[in-house]
């Protein structure tokens, strides 16, 4: 299954933004789905995921901020993003959780800058 990320673009301090990730085949709402991230000279970072069970888990940088949510009929995962900060600038990513290699695509840029 291939996994496109979308919806990233260049957004204010404190702006919003929803990320889209489609897959190419089906995701089942068993499977453990998250967004990643990577800024310049960083290593990529999990950002939120799904685990299979529905439950969902954020990293501290982002808690109260992102909400990451799916549509199994659509094969889609999102990511609303809101409360933006200049640091949130990354590439983001989809994949499963642990990540497979197959699944990085081309990522979509977020930058947030005034």
């Known amino acids: 299954v291939q996994l496109q990320a979308s919806g990233g673009g260049l957004v204010q301090p404190g702006g919003s933004l929803r990320l889209s990730c489609a897959a190419s085949?089906?995701?089942?709402?068993?499977?453990?789905m998250g967004w990643y991230r990577q800024a310049p000279e960083k290593q990529r970072e999990l950002v939120a995921r799904?685990?299979?069970?529905?439950?969902?888990y954020y990293a501290n940088f982002v808690k109260g901020r992102f909400t990451i949510s799916r549509d199994n009929r659509k094969n889609t995962v999102y990511l609303q993003m809101t409360s933006l900060k200049p640091e949130d600038t990354a590439v983001y990513y989809c994949?499963?959780?642990?990540?497979?290699?197959?699944?990085w695509g081309q990522g979509t840029q977020v930058t947030v800058s005034s």
């Open positions: 085949g089906s995701i089942f709402s068993g499977d453990s």
């Open positions: 994949n499963h959780v642990p990540p497979v290699q197959s699944g």
């Open positions: 799904f685990f299979s069970g529905g439950s969902t």
